[in-house]
DNA sequence: CAGCATCCAGCTTGATACTG
DNA sequence: CAGTATCAAGCTGGATGCTG
């Protein structure tokens, strides 16, 4: 497994290849509700619908459905309590912050580019815009 | 805008936000595609083809598309030359390697988590995943 | 409160064919 | 080579209604 591959990684999981594993999990830290929904933990443990609430525009399905994918990833803990009514808090295990901090990282920086990127946009839009 | 603002942040963009400009470009970078088009780009330039076949699994609409929107973002550049066979050239603009740099760090974290996530996911199938 | 099941509109995507 | 145009299919995601 070292003559043949491309100079993409060396790593064992590419996410460059259509079939890894890691691009699913990518996915779901990246997808439309994951990563908010990681940046939201990783401030702290928060229930159900605080997080609903935090997430600006997420469903409950959509919210359900990210929190089952990242808890199956193991990067969030359910911990629910048997009480009436019922309480359920998510937070983030210590592989969920490793890749929260690196997702919040991202997010600043693309945050604190947002100047720039209006810009861009008006410049593209105008000279290609009008054809 | 000091006071009626939550604590989520200080900064002139919030992702978490539903109307913010910066969740679109987040998920220009972080969609399916402009983040293995980003990590492609961040090694060199690149044209049209070689790019699609670096980012495996890609079709050439999706490609062109996302191309599209990172440069309208400013942070790819085109440069096409009028050339018979035409030649187009892909790179990363500086803001563009800011961004990429962030998100491989964020790529290369989830792919070495990838043998925990693995773990994680047998175990969240093996309790949950008989009933 | 915390969440699942269902239905359905609409957006996203991939195939295919065509252009400069 | 480097795309664009078009169309059908499939997945995404929201609304609603119900359960424990």
Redesign the pocket.
Known sequence: MSTTTQDQDDLAYNVFAKACPSRDTLEHVT???GGLTLGALHEGSL????LRRRVD??????L??T??ALERDGLVH?E?QPTN??????ELTPLGHQVAERLLALIHCVEGAMDDVLVARARYDETRGAL
């Open positions: 997808g439309r509700w229930r159900f619908n605080e525009g997420v469903s409950e399905k959509m359900s459905q929190l089952h359910r629910a009514p019922p309480r359920v808090d998510y």
